[in-house]
């Protein structure tokens, strides 16, 4: 069984409506095109290392006219290594109408939409599904998909359709790699889906077992004379036992035999 990768431009508030163009999705939404002062090389080069591997796509009505009209175009342009990937992959269609499908390689899903996708998982071995909000909605609500990669924009638009529009569930996911940013702050999410639903818990109790442990201030516990010398300069009679176990005086270094051998360094000499 393949992996259905969901490819999502969005802002810092999840916006990832018309992220290319002004013309990709206009209706009511004055930022199409928001990327664009953006990108740079690092975010580039992550987007092609993310198609590496690609054998479908998986697209949305709105999203395939898009790219019907645009990567047919581009071999042997700035492009041309996508494009070539994307018009010699099939692609696969989620709509109700009839689309124009002289797209070479296109293919229109059925009424069963689940069922086509799990078909399409069988087949192929990594399925991108690239924008395409109203299909995203319906992957993940049935989590027909496997992997999340996200290229979180630092901007704030208010307003837009969302990666999480209507369609997201409780789900549980795991962060494949760290986070990877780029010079113009766009930052690199992987996530892969995982078993289960999020789990609660009460925060307090986590935080006091999360609490550290005091740390004793530094000279804490040592031991100093009666005067009150620091370490180092105290009285270490008291701690020299004599025969029978009472205290004594400590011990004198012996001397060196030779007059011109300096005597070893003692608390308190150096």
């Known amino acids: 069984m393949g992996l259905v990768h969901i490819e999502m431009f969005a802002t810092l508030d999840l916006v990832a409506q018309a992220p290319g ?3 990709e999705d206009p209706v009511g939404f004055p930022f199409g095109g928001w990327q664009a002062p953006l990108v740079d090389e690092v975010s580039g080069a992550q987007v092609g290392a993310a198609y590496e591997g690609t054998d479908a796509l998986l697209l949305g009505r709105r999203t395939y006219d898009i790219f019907a009209a645009h990567w047919p175009h581009q071999e ?6 996508i494009a070539t990937l994307f018009n010699s ?21 059925g009424p069963d939409l689940v069922g086509a996708v799990r ?5 192929h071995e990594h399925v991108k599904v690239v924008g395409s909000l109203n299909l995203v909605q319906t ?10 990669d996200l290229w979180l924009h630092p901007i704030v638009l208010g307003v837009g359709k969302k990666v999480f529009d209507g369609g997201a569930v409780p789900t549980n996911v795991t962060l494949l790699d760290a986070p990877a940013a780029g010079p113009n702050g766009i930052v690199y999410l992987r996530y892969g889906l995982a078993d289960g639903t999020p789990g609660t818990g009460d925060s307090e109790r986590t935080r006091s077992r999360c609490r550290p ?4 201030p530094p000279g804490a516990g040592r031991a100093v004379s009666a005067a009150g010398d620091p370490p180092g300069r105290q009285d270490v009679t008291a701690s020299v ?3 029978g176990g009472r205290p004594g005086r400590a011990a004198r270094p012996r001397r060196s035999a030779r007059r011109d ?10």
């Open 21 to 23: 163009g002004p013309g």
């Open 119 to 123: 078909e399409i998982r069988d087949r």
């Open 213 to 216: 442990r005091r740390l004793r």
């Open 261 to 270: 051998r300096p005597s070893p360094a003692w608390p308190g000499r150096g």
């Open 89 to 109: 992959i099939p692609k696969y269609v989620a709509s109700r109408g009839r689309p124009d499908l002289s797209w070479a390689g296109s293919t229109q899903l």
């Open 241 to 243: 036992p004599r025969r």
């Open 76 to 81: 042997g342009g700035p492009g041309n290594e």
């Open 139 to 148: 992957l993940l609500r049935e989590k027909l998909f496997d992997r999340l």
